[in-house]
């Protein structure tokens, strides 16, 4: 419905999605041409890792634009002297001083505030990582897709609340999307060996959380600490609570649905212990093809830095001989409901996955400041979900719009869960 409703916007050619069109591939640079990058998000978990790819490479690479939020005022101004980035932008206006201070006689030029984010995602470069975590990132990004920036999406509450609109836009504009979670590169990767042929089924993999073969009453006792805890990454926070809630899943399976234009009845989710294999891509004829790889986020975030050339990274290398076995098993839809809720919000429009995703960065920093439980995260968004209205949303400002209410209503929702 929903997509009809865009078809009839933006036209019928121009819904097509990653799968349908051609992976175009970043034009490779000519030899002694650097490409120019810019990182949103470059304190966080992601954007270090860029941050440390870009100085690794610094014959191919120039950094234009690093941006963040404002609490790792010091990190931001190192990067930026190491990489003599164009300039340093953070969200918070207060701490403008400290980092101009930090930036003095260096090349970087230094910003602050709102507005400043925004002309800086705008800064035309040959590719952004985009790691903004969450919603805050959504106008940067686009921004970034609109000035004609190829993209590198880390941030899938981009995808999550305005997915339609922002591939529309970059298929509009001719722009890559180029994803960095680890189980869409992997499907992103295998679709690269497919010859054009449709698959017919896809499978994002999934550590299960740190609770996994946890019991429910056992869930209910959840402290930050333990849900912080990932088996296998070591995240920024947001994303590893959503890992323990399983809602990352949910988010990842509306990101596959809107990256690959597929169906979500189409895409499995397999709990997979050692993380090893990151995606699976099945087609017509019982063919399977799969990536596979170290657990850690290096080798993604490279992929989309180099792409479609490979870089020599120094990550750690796969030991098949050392594993023996892997690990599969369906995830447990009872204790882990985020995965339906997902399901269900994707199916009922982009209005249902906006709200969701809203309602979960508000429960998830109630739950990270200790003003709920651990079970009650998803009860929020269960609760948000069911009061707000279903349908679609046409202009991302309706979005926006729709965003603020389900974050006050969620407020709303969680002062009945509230811890004594
Ligand atoms: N971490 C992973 O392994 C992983 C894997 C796959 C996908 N992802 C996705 O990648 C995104 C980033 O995750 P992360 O784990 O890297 O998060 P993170 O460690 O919390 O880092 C978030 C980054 O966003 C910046 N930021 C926050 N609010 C901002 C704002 N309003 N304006 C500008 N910058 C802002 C932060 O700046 P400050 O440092 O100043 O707060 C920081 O640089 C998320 O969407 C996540 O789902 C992450």
């Known amino acids: 419905m929903i997509l009809r409703g865009l078809v009839s916007l933006f036209g019928e050619s121009k819904m097509k999605s990653t799968l349908q069109r051609d992976i175009k591939p970043l034009s490779v640079p000519e030899s ?19 941050v440390d ?12 634009s690093l941006i963040s939020g404002g609490k790792n ?19 918070d206006p207060s701490a403008y001083c400290e980092l101009k201070e930090l930036l003095a006689g260096s090349e970087t030029v230094a910003a602050a505030g709102y507005d400043a984010v925004i002309e800086a995602s705008g800064n035309h470069v040959d590719l952004v990582i985009a790691a903004i975590v969450g919603f805050a990132g959504l106008l940067p990004t686009l921004t970034a897709l609109r000035a004609g920036c190829n993209i590198a999406l880390a941030n899938k509450e981009c995808l999550v609340s305005a997915g339609y609109f922002f591939m529309a836009e970059a298929h509009r504009l001719g722009v890559s999307v180029i994803p960095v979670d680890s189980e869409h590169s992997a499907i992103f990767q295998a679709l690269l060996g497919a010859n054009h042929c449709l698959p017919e089924r896809l499978i994002l993999t999934s550590s299960g959380g740190p609770f996994r073969t946890w019991p429910l009453e056992k869930m ?6 333990d849900a912080l805890a990932h088996p ?26 809107h990256l690959f234009d597929f169906s ?48 020599r990274v120094r990550s750690p290398r796969l030991d098949l001989m050392s594993l023996k076995c892997l690990h599969f098993d369906l995830p447990d839809e009872i204790r882990f409901p985020a995965l339906r809720l997902a399901r269900q919000a994707f199916s009922s429009g982009n209005v249902a996955t906006c709200t969701m995703n809203a309602a979960n960065e508000v429960a998830v920093e109630g739950f990270l400041s200790g003003e709920i439980g651990f079970l009650d995260i998803i009860e929020t968004v269960s609760e948000t979900l069911d009061h707000q209205a279903t349908g679609t949303a046409k202009t991302i400002e309706e979005l926006i719009d729709l965003d603020q209410c389900a974050r006050d209503y969620a407020q709303s929702v969680m002062k009945k869960h509230l811890r004594p």
Not at 53 to 64: G, H, N, W
Not at 73 to 91: N, P
């Open 32 to 50: 002694g041409v650097r490409r120019r990058v810019s990182v949103l998000g470059s304190t966080g978990s992601i954007g270090r890792i860029a």
């Open 53 to 64: 790819l870009l100085r690794a490479y610094p014959d191919r690479f120039v950094t234009e």
């Open 73 to 91: 005022v010091a990190l931001l101004a190192e990067q930026a002297r190491c990489l003599r980035a164009g300039i340093a932008v953070i969200a």
């Open 220 to 225: 209910k006792n959840v402290r930050p600490d």
């Open 232 to 257: 296998n990454f070591v995240m920024g926070r947001k994303i590893s609570i959503d890992s323990a809630t399983m809602m990352n899943k949910g988010l990842e399976l509306i990101e596959a649905g």
């Open 264 to 311: 979500l009845s189409k895409i499995d989710i397999l709990v997979h212990i050692e993380q090893i294999v990151h995606g699976f891509v099945e087609f017509s004829d019982g063919s399977v093809l799969a990536q596979l790889g170290a657990p850690n986020m290096t080798c993604p975030v490279a992929f989309a830095l180099g792409y479609p050339e490979r870089l």
